[in-house]
């Protein structure tokens, strides 16, 4: 009996993560391939091959190697034991002999043993040689017609070589597999953005939406799509249906107020921004934000306090917003309230320099 330790390779993140790509986990475990033993040497060939997965299993990965080419020596099945070198080398970084293993499987198989054309895939995607890649992916994927990653990994290779137009086709083909798959809807919807299909994009994540209704985020990523596409108003609806779900999520409400100021809608953002620091004060971005629309608005009061709470939570750009409400009350000649924001600049940022010089510029 020939045994071949069939590994298979798979990404570790979602979109973008190529470079760790390991092999597959489908494959992992050590699949018996049964043969007809005719004699004694493939009996011995069986034996050097479970010896071989065993230290393939301890990490032991050039031991194994010269074992499994004994075995082949000896008779055993020529795919299996080129596969298993493959897997070894995959495994010591060295690419280009798994890649000359994997091809010798490939052969031996008459191309029609699907893991290592995964595999290969995959050395290829890690040597950078792209349209070989894409070429490999396509050969498997006709053996493999359902298999998800092998798509996801295809349009990653498209992606590589700047084939938006195919990277978009085999994420597709992904989701018609496995809608189920909350990561292919981003994927999907990121893939239709990059060709400009918004209304694609927006499809996608209506029907993950519908399909998770437990997954709220959709409605935050559908206000992003619509934001990218500068319908300011349906990403103002889409960042609200969120909140009626979640009503104190402070992410989704910042990007809401970021939007509607985008729509010049500074006063409603300045509320929001608000409510965001009753539920956490410690926000320290959406108190800047909120002290600069202040400022902007001329609602010193207002701006002020937003700075003080971003400075209590050590937030660096409150000094400017201290600075700038100073230099404001300079200009109008209020020389007292323009060092008054200096000096409470001070009590948070005491090892700033440049405070120590502006007050003392200021001081009678």
């Known amino acids: 009996m020939t045994r071949i330790n069939s590994e298979f390779k798979i990404q570790n993140s979602k979109l973008g993560c190529g470079e760790g ?8 475990a050590f699949v018996a391939l049964v043969f007809v ?14 010896r071989a997965n ?13 074992l499994y080419e004994k075995a082949e020596q000896r008779g055993a099945d020529p795919i299996a034991s080129s596969f298993n070198v493959a897997n070894s080398y995959f495994q010591t970084g060295k690419y280009p002999e798994a890649a000359a293993a994997y091809r010798k499987a490939v052969d031996y198989s008459e191309g029609k043993f699907a893991p290592a054309l995964f595999n ?14 894409i070429a490999t992916y396509h050969r498997a994927l006709k053996l ?36 189920s798959d909350v990561s292919l809807v981003y994927q999907l919807s990121e893939a239709s953005i990059a060709l400009g299909d918004y209304d694609r994009a927006t499809q996608v994540i209506r029907e993950g939406y519908s399909a998770h209704p437990e997954e709220t985020d959709f409605l935050v990523y559908l206000g992003d ?44 953002a300045m509320d929001i921004l608000s409510n965001i620091l009753q539920i956490k004060p410690d926000f320290a971005d959406a108190a800047i934000f909120l ?3 202040a400022y902007d608005a001329k609602f010193w009061e207002r701006s002020e306090a937003a700075y003080e709470l971003a400075a209590k939570a050590n937030s660096p750009e409150a000094v400017f917003g201290f600075k700038n409400l100073s230099y404001e009350a300079k200009l109008q000649k209020r020389t007292a309230e323009a ?16 405070l120590d010089a502006e007050i003392l510029d200021l001081s009678p």
Not at 40 to 50: E, I, K, P
Not at 123 to 131: A, G
Not at 228 to 246: C, D
């Open 21 to 28: 790509r390991s092999l597959h986990k489908k494959w992992i």
């Open 37 to 50: 033993a005719t004699s004694f040497a493939a009996q011995s060939s069986a034996d050097l091959m479970d």
């Open 54 to 66: 065993a230290l393939y299993r301890e990490g032991r990965f050039k031991q194994a190697i010269i």
């Open 120 to 133: 290969l895939a995959s050395v290829y995607f890690r040597l950078k040689q792209y349209p070989e890649c």
């Open 144 to 179: 493999e017609p359902e298999n998800v990653s092998g798509w996801l990994y295809l349009g990653e290779a498209y992606g590589k070589t700047g084939d938006k137009v195919g990277a978009l086709r085999a994420i597709e083909s992904a989701y018609r597999l496995d809608k």
């Open 225 to 268: 799509v619509y934001r990218l596409e500068k319908n300011f108003e349906e990403s103002a609806g889409a960042y609200r249906e969120a909140l009626s779900v979640s009503p104190e999520d402070v992410n989704a409400m910042y990007k809401l107020a970021d939007v509607l100021v985008e729509d010049g809608k500074n006063f409603v």
């Open 291 to 293: 002290g600069n629309l």
């Open 339 to 354: 060092l008054r924001y200096l000096e409470k600049a001070k009590e948070y940022y005491p090892s700033d320099m440049t």
